[in-house]
């Protein structure tokens, strides 16, 4: 499927879902979730068309970085009225007319609370989910590995940032890519040691001499690698103010420029390890399931031998 077949498919469904993206959670939860989202309608043959304003990263968290692909809307009453069915802004349920006259305003039939506790269920979500569209078939990391090369493709400012890290980088065309997440995620899920992945690499290449891409939101995981493995090739983006994702500390202190200066460096990180021989990562963070989807889970590696889910 190329991004022209998607277009031409996603218009020809006469109903409607209009799906909120960057209203509250970290980037690449929103990105994930809003991909779970395209598969539900594909399968149920809805026009998915997105809200993407009002942003928690920028002034539109997809047209900030990326090239539409999709219609998008720009009736300020979705900042309202759809989102994510924990944090809406009023009481609910709604009485059943002004349910009805909050989406005939709209436009539209389905939001993002009507369709999230479908895209949101383990049965679904998950490696062994089959997807049954008369448009894509095959497991959902496949589905949505095809999704991202149809609609990942990044505007002409992201793109000339991104490209001049990436050439700065001067990676080989052989290595092995982790990425590290420190910061606020010891909330969510325990932090593993830089060790524990660089031994999973060296079991998967047979080799120490393995060039080795090393991705973190904390700069202090690059210097430990490199005191832990002197003789390793290490190859790294220099970003030595890092210490570690926050992301009320993100929201709250840095400006509009900042932010997106972060967002492009970490697109930039995900990009290469999207293109490495072999990936290890965990499926507890955002990045590595947005990376193992990407991959389509090959040579793809969770640090606890989990099977993908979205996290």
């Excluded at 960057?22 to 779970?36: D, K, P, W, Y």
């Excluded at 436009?107 to 008369?134: A, H």
């Excluded at 080795?212 to 190859?235: G, T």
């Amino acid at each position: 499927m190329l991004l022209e077949d998607y277009k031409k498919i996603n218009s020809s469904f006469k109903r409607h879902c209009v799906y909120r993206i960057g209203n509250e959670a970290g980037f690449f939860s929103e990105i994930n979730n809003m991909l779970m989202a395209m598969v539900f309608c594909l399968e149920n043959k809805l026009q998915f068309r997105l809200y993407s304003a009002n942003s928690n990263f920028g002034e539109d968290i997809w047209k900030d970085y990326l090239i539409p692909f999709t219609k998008h809307s720009t009736s300020k009453s979705h900042a309202l009225f759809n989102e994510r069915p924990y944090i809406h802004k009023r009481p609910y349920p709604l009485d059943v007319n002004e349910l009805f006259s909050i989406k005939k305003r709209l436009s539209r039939e389905f939001l993002t609370q009507d369709i999230w506790p479908y895209i949101r269920n383990k049965e679904f979500y998950n490696v062994d989910y089959m997807v049954d569209s008369p448009y894509i078939k095959g497991n959902l990391t496949l589905v949505i590995s095809v999704l991202i090369k149809c609609v990942w493709n990044y505007n002409k400012f992201a793109k000339q940032q991104i490209s001049q890290l990436i050439r700065e980088l001067e990676a080989p065309e052989k290595y092995a890519a982790i990425f590290v997440r420190r910061g606020d995620k010891y909330f969510e899920a325990p932090l593993q040691e830089i060790r524990k992945y660089i031994n999973k690499v060296d079991a998967l290449t047979n080799s120490k001499d393995f060039p080795l891409f090393i991705s973190s939101d904390d700069y202090q995981i690059i210097e430990e690698a490199k005191v832990l493995f002197p003789e390793r090739n290490i190859i790294h983006f220099n970003f030595e103010g890092d210490k570690g994702y926050f992301m009320e500390d993100f929201k709250s202190n840095y400006s509009k420029a900042q932010q997106k200066a972060k967002i492009v460096q970490l697109l930039a990180q995900v990009e290469i390890l999207k293109n490495a021989t072999y990936f290890v990562g965990t499926y507890s963070t955002n990045v590595g399931v947005f990376v193992g989807m990407a991959r389509n889970c090959q040579h793809s590696y969770d640090i606890n031998d989990e099977k993908w889910l979205l996290w």
